[in-house]
T-cell receptor, first 113, second 111 residues
């Protein structure tokens, strides 16, 4: 089974602080994604990448930056964390081709206080 | 307008019953459809895919696709309490790196 590992599993941050969420995949997948999920709701795309050293904006990129230094690693950066960014964040990867499935990590629960 | 819409938002069925989840897309470029399932506290996991018109059966789960009406459905026969989860419909096209998700259907199977 393809593996996507996120770290940390949970984090408490202060308003205005910097937060970095990390994602590592061992699937040899080109595509990686960051999603945000608010309690009991759907998945919203923040940023994605289809090749190392390149990232694309998703539907809700404001307040977030992404970095893809290698095929295996994809980070999400909150330069100035805000209360509204409290949520669970999921990283996912998939292979090329429209029919490929997404493999998700376990998620990072972020609480901004 | 959201490209993938799911209904109902929530669904409760008795153990052993049939659960039916629906998904409608608004983009005729979509070619590939997936159902994902998310148990509480976990990440979503791919449940099954459907790419061609008609039915696809995997165990107790049957997916149906009608590309003409852009409608996808998932039917769970003999529902079990372990099927209680948030179910997402997802769609993508040939030339698209993006995967579009619906808002999900919360299924509760009562013992």
């Amino acid at each position: 089974e393809a593996a996507v590992t996120q770290s940390p599993r949970s984090k408490v941050a202060v308003t205005g602080g910097k937060v970095t969420l990390s994602c590592h995949q061992t699937n040899n997948h080109d595509y990686m994604y960051w999603y945000r999920q608010d309690t009991g709701h759907g998945l919203r795309l923040i940023h994605y990448s289809y090749v190392a050293d390149s990232t694309e904006k998703g539907d809700i990129p404001d307040g977030y930056k992404a970095s893809r230094p290698s095929q295996e690693n994809f980070s999400l950066i909150l330069e100035l964390a805000s209360l509204s960014q409290t949520a669970v964040y999921f990283c996912a990867s998939r292979g090329t081709g429209g029919g490929e499935r997404l493999f998700f990590g376990h998620g990072t629960k972020l609480s901004v206080l | 307008q959201q490209k993938v819409q799911q209904s109902p938002e929530s669904l409760s069925v008795p153990e052993g019953g049939m659960a039916s989840l629906n998904c409608t897309s608004s983009d005729r470029n979509f070619q590939y459809f997936w159902w994902y399932r998310q148990h509480s506290g976990e990440g979503p996991k791919a449940l099954m895919s459907i790419f061609s018109d008609g039915d696809k059966k995997e165990g107790r789960f049957t997916a149906h696709l009608n590309k003409a009406s852009l409608h996808v459905s998932l039917h769970i026969r003999d529902s079990q309490p372990s099927d209680s989860a948030l179910y997402f419909c997802a769609a993508t096209g040939n030339s698209n790196n993006r995967i579009f998700f619906g808002d999900g259907t919360q299924l509760v199977v009562k013992p």
